[in-house]
Every structure is written in C-alpha cells, then in structure tokens.
C-alpha cells in the first residue's frame, strides 16, 4: 500500500464566603453584642451536632453499601461477557494470577483471522470523505516463510524471547484489494507482531488494511510472566496522532495558539485484567485464555479529542490471538470505527479448537459471501501454492 499522511492527537470554581462580622461595640469594650454572641455559639454548636450526625450516618451508609456490594455478583470483564455473548466461549477464572504472555510464531499450522470493519460516519463526514462508512469483511492469514529452514514435522516453534526475531510471510484479501490477494513479509518477536501501522489508533477509517490490522489486533505482550492487574507500555502511536496531539482539539488548527501543547501521544497502556479457562467439551487439560485491556489516548478532552480502547484474548498456551475488539473514537469528526479480528482456522488456540464459534459478520457487509469457510480454503490454498517445490 502506499504510504500514508498524519495527524493524529493524544488523550486524555467559583469560591464564596459569608463572614459575619460582630459589631463594633464588641470589638471595642466589655459591652458584648448578646445577638452576635448567641447566633455564633448557637452556629458553632449546631455546625458540630451536624458534622458529627453526617459523619456518623455517613460511616454507617458506607459500611452497609460495602457489605451489600460484597454480596452482589461481581460483573465480568467486558472480554469475557463480549467472548460469551459472541463467539460461544464460556471463559471460566482459571486457578493462577500469572501467565507468561509471548507470541510464538505459526511455525506448524498457518493461521487464519477474519477482520470485521463496522464504522459508524455521520453523514456529514460520508460527504466530506466521498466514501460510506466502511462496512466490510478480509481474511488475513499469517505463515512460516517457505524459503526458511523447516521446523521438525509436528514441532511447534517454542515462545519468542523479547528480543528473537522469527520471519513468516502473511497473505491478505478483502475488499481494500478488490478481493486480490496480497503477499507481504512478516515479523514475530516475544512482544510484537508487524510489520505495523504507527498511527492506526487514531486514523478515522483504514488506510493500509493489512498494517492496521497488525497494529489494532494484536497487543505488544510484555515477554514475560505477568500478573493480574499489572500494566506495562504496549507499542508506540506515532506518526500523524502526534501532529494532531499539538492541534486544537476544537478546530483542529495549530500555529502559535497552540505551541503549548506536546506533540506526542502516548504508546498503547496494556493491563491484564484476568485469566481464564476454556475448552471443548472433554478436553483435558482446559485451555488458559489471558484477558487484555488496551487504552490509547491523543491527551485531549475525550468528548474532542482522539482515543482508543481494545479487548484481546490470547490463548496462554499457544502464544496467539484468539479474538480482538478494538472501538476507535474520533471525536473530532463524530467518527467510530468498530473492528473484530477472530481466529477461524482449527489450528490450536483459534475459536473452533475451543470449542466457540465466529460471530455473524455485520448486514450488508462487503466481502461477507461466499463464508468463513470458503475464506479459510481460500487463503490456505493460496499459502500452499507459494511454497517451492
């Protein structure tokens, strides 16, 4: 694809007093002014009865709120409601607070993704845009490259460290092409997969689609065990989210009104919100699945300005994506982009090996027909036919 333009952003009283004042006759002498004298004390005494009522009600509200929220059913992370609700997969708090989170490359059996688009564009961007909301459908496939020393027959390519290089290819087709099929190099490490777009965080629709989905799908992983609740700095947005980091978030304009303001965004945020269990019926052992939350933000005010969030899951024990759902919010045009990446192949670690299902593509989206299963033929017919020999 060709290359592409930036600008992007990052995101994230009045005071009055009644004084009265006693007379001067009070101040002056022994002659005391008694209203002055009993509306204050009778002030002082009432103030305290009231703050020591309020604390104590306060405490005893706040104990009973407690004991009541201790006893309510704890709502799921949005992930696991979203992995029930949408692929089928009842995930179940697995028995550890670790995991270690690494790739590990598609070194036995290639790996098949669907990427769902459903934007959201009021129509005063379709017309400044000259385009629909885009409403869409791609296959994106990621492979060993044919050309490297082969893994032994049935061996799996251990997890990546943080710094080891592993070189595939990807092969890619969907609308974006006029359904032709693209071949592009790609990269594992433990931590990423890419190449990827800088700044498909804050874009208002897709540009390269294959860069963008590297980039939204797939979290920078921390290479490392990592427990519950613990965050790191996921992969840097760069690029045209910079430039518009330092643009007013109202009109969009820089120059001197604006020299303020920092012009850079901040790298994705990652937590790990839970780890979870999951398999088909019978399996033995349960499949762990870790839950990740990720949080970008241009720095502007949220309801002006640019800002991200993303739900992964990624099956522990075979290092890879088992689903995404990234939202873009593009506040400054009105704009919300909405995308799903899901695993449809049956190699380990996708939807169908544990035992879920691909959700249903939106209505009237493009490159919907002919069907998941087709597409999954497809691209691994197109794989087979590039290897040499």
């Not at 333009?5 to 009265?20: E, F, K």
């Not at 920092?262 to 399996?283: D, F, H, K």
């Not at 994506?321 to 009105?334: D, F, P």
Request: charged share 20%.
């Amino acid at each position: 694809m060709s290359g592409r333009s930036a600008s992007a952003r990052q995101g994230l009283g009045s005071r009055g007093s009644s004084h009265v004042r006693p007379s001067a006759r009070s101040r002056r002498g022994p002659i005391v002014d008694t209203a002055w004298s009993g509306s204050w004390s009778g002030s002082w005494s009432g103030s305290w009865s009231g703050l020591w009522s309020g604390l104590w009600s306060g405490a005893w509200s706040g104990l009973l709120a407690g004991l009541l929220a201790g006893c309510a059913p704890e709502s799921p992370p949005q992930a696991v409601a979203w992995a029930d609700a949408a692929l089928n997969l009842p995930l179940e708090p697995a028995d550890t607070a670790v995991a270690d989170l690494r790739w590990r490359p598609p070194s036995t059996c290639p790996q098949v993704y669907r990427i769902t688009v459903d934007d959201d564009y009021p129509a005063n961007a379709e017309k400044a845009f000259g385009v629909p909301a885009e409403r869409s459908v791609s296959t994106l496939s990621l492979d060993r490259d044919p050309y490297a020393k082969a893994e032994a027959d049935g061996e799996a390519s251990p997890r990546l460290a943080a710094d080891q290089l592993w070189k595939g290819r990807l092969l890619f087709f969907g609308p974006k092409t006029q359904d032709r099929e693209l071949e592009r190099e790609l990269f594992f490490s433990g931590t990423q997969v890419g190449l990827a777009s800088p700044d498909a965080a804050c874009f208002e629709r897709t540009w390269d689609p294959i860069e963008d989905a590297l980039a939204l799908g797939w979290p920078t992983l921390p290479g490392r065990l990592v427990a519950i609740g613990e965050r790191w700095s996921g992969g840097r947005v760069e690029s045209r989210c910079n430039r518009s980091a330092c643009a007013d978030p109202l009109t969009g304009n820089g120059g001197p009104d604006a020299h303020h303001l920092s012009c850079v965004t901040m790298p994705w945020r990652e937590t790990l919100e839970g780890i979870y269990e999951v398999g088909a019926q019978g399996q033995d052992p349960r499949q762990r699945v870790a839950a990740i939350a990720s949080y970008w933000s241009d720095g502007h005010p949220p309801e002006h300005g640019i800002w991200s969030e993303r739900q992964a899951l990624v099956s522990v024990d075979d290092g890879r994506l088992l689903a995404a759902e990234i939202t873009i919010h593009h506040n400054r045009y009105k704009i919300t982009r909405n995308l799903r990446i899901e695993a449809v192949d049956a190699c380990p670690g996708g939807v169908a090996a544990l035992g879920g299902a691909p959700s249903e593509p939106p209505e009237g989206a493009a490159g919907a027909d002919p069907g998941t299963e087709a597409d999954v033929a497809r691209a691994l017919a197109a794989l087979g036919a590039r290897k040499p020999g």
